[in-house]
């Protein structure tokens, strides 16, 4: 490749790395896989090389689903829930895990979390029905929808939340009508 060609190259990588660094991982985990088939003559372990830079992506994803769960979990209670006590450290609790989406989701991570959103969903729900049954609202968990109501920009945007079933509200309500 001419040298102008490899430049070019590294730039591109560069910028594939501060922009959509989970994309990156998988790219250069591709990229060793296919040295370590070609059979390279290297002292460098091509195939465990490939596997610990593809889990650091993995990582970041793992991190994204995570939060995306809490997230559910506290809308639903926001949502379900007739107590007004505990609403405000749920209202929190969704305010830093969106903040950890913010920080660690990209353009290509957003297909694979939107891909595993019923997932996420069942388990989020699953926590939301338990946190509820452990304060006594059993009625409220059996009223938890069995599929997501909420769209991934609702779950991530900092300024949504669902109306309260029981009427309550919260300061900021005002801006979700």
């Known amino acids: 490749m001419p040298a102008r060609g490899v430049e070019m190259v590294k730039v591109l990588e560069r910028s594939l790395y501060q922009e959509d660094y989970y ?4 790219d250069q985990a591709a990229k060793l896989r296919a040295l370590a088939a070609a059979r390279v003559n290297s002292t460098l372990d091509l ?12 990582s970041d ?12 979990e506290h809308l639903l209670k926001l949502e379900y ?3 007004e ?27 694979d979390i939107e891909a595993e959103l019923a997932k996420l969903f069942g388990r989020g729900r699953r926590d939301a029905a338990l946190g509820l049954e452990k304060h006594g609202e059993r009625d409220a968990a059996r ?3 069995a599929t997501c109501p909420y ?9 949504w939340y ?9 300061p900021s309500d005002s801006a979700e009508a």
């Open 47 to 58: 195939a465990n090389l490939a596997e610990e830079v593809e889990s650091l992506g993995r």
């Open 151 to 159: 769209g991934f920009d609702e779950i991530v945007s900092h300024d």
């Open 23 to 26: 994309a990156w991982t998988k």
């Open 81 to 83: 829930s007739p107590s």
């Open 85 to 111: 006590l505990p609403r405000a450290d749920w209202r929190y609790s969704i305010v830093q895990a969106r903040d950890e989406v913010e920080d660690h989701i990209t353009a290509s991570m957003r297909p």
């Open 143 to 145: 009223a938890l929808p």
């Open 61 to 72: 994803l793992n991190t994204v689903r995570s939060q995306v769960r809490r997230i559910i």
């Open 162 to 170: 669902p109306l309260n079933r029981h009427g309550l509200c919260d």
